[in-house]
């Protein structure tokens, strides 16, 4: 069983940075490739970023890529993505989640066994 909190959420300005942390309870936390997803209202949840459990493989939606950066620190069982550049299409509501165990790195949220409760990102204009 994985428990995953996220923290880091808020109001930010556009061109501002956020860092969004993701907590997992657990041992071995390098078994589990992570995600990050958002959910806009109104709007389907979609992929924005994933990491493989070494921290090796990283993945990126396009609306991600060159903005957005994931990562990982597996001593101390936190996943992270670092937000620059937001805009305000980037508001939404952020979940983090985990893999089973061996799990591959995926942008499917199919592939994705345990998710957080989201954290709230706003961007104003």
């Known amino acids: 069983q994985v428990q995953l909190v996220e923290s880091g959420g808020g109001l930010v300005q556009a061109g501002g940075s956020l860092r969004l942390s993701c907590a997992a309870s657990?041992?071995?936390?390098?078994?589990?490739?992570m995600g990050w997803f958002r959910q806009a209202p109104g709007k389907e949840r979609e992929f924005v970023a994933a990491?493989?459990?070494?921290?090796?493989?990283?993945y990126y939606a396009d609306s991600a890529k060159g903005r957005f950066t994931i990562s990982r620190d597996n001593a101390k069982n936190t996943v992270y993505l670092q937000m620059n550049s937001l805009a305000p299409e980037d508001t939404a509501v952020y979940y983090c989640?985990?893999?089973?165990?061996?799990?591959?790195?995926?942008?499917?949220?199919?592939?994705?066994?345990?998710w957080g409760q989201g954290t709230q990102v706003t961007v104003a204009s």
């Open positions: 989640a985990a893999s089973n165990p061996g799990g591959i790195t995926t942008a499917q949220a199919m592939g994705y066994y345990y």
């Open positions: 990491i493989s459990g070494s921290g090796g493989r990283k």
């Open positions: 657990g041992r071995t936390f390098s078994n589990y490739a």
